[in-house]
């Protein structure tokens, strides 16, 4: 069995950072693509920004240039660091990866961690 799991949300002022972390434990290959997605409140899941097992890198257009992405191979596990936050961050954040489990690569999901930007 594979589990994400998501740590480092809360509540921040406009303007604050936090940073997320996500690990996956298990019985692990090898990781893929790790993405990090959040939905807001009334709004749909988006992804927020992703990177691969060999560094590339994705992030979406309301978030580039305040948040960066990163990820430990050795450790299985994947930050964001989000700066300068808006209200409009405020989402519960997902952690995502294609992960293989010997010859079988399946998509994994946590269960979330909140982030609520508020004065």
């Known amino acids: 069995q594979v589990q994400l799991v998501e740590s480092g949300g809360g509540l921040v002022q406009p303007g604050g950072s936090l940073r997320l972390s996500c690990a996956a434990s298990g019985s692990i290959s090898s990781i893929g693509t790790m993405r990090w997605y959040r939905q807001g409140p009334g709004k749909q899941r988006e992804l927020v920004a992703s990177i691969t097992n060999d560094g590339m890198l994705y992030y979406g257009d309301g978030v580039k240039g305040r948040f960066t992405i990163s990820r430990d191979n050795g450790k299985n596990t994947m930050n964001l660091q989000m700066n300068s936050l808006k209200p409009e961050d405020t989402a519960v954040y997902y952690c995502?990866?294609?992960?293989?489990?010997?010859?079988?690569?399946?998509?994994?999901w946590g269960k979330g961690t909140p982030v609520t930007v508020s004065s």
């Open positions: 995502n990866a294609d992960i293989r489990i010997i010859i079988t690569w399946k998509d994994y």
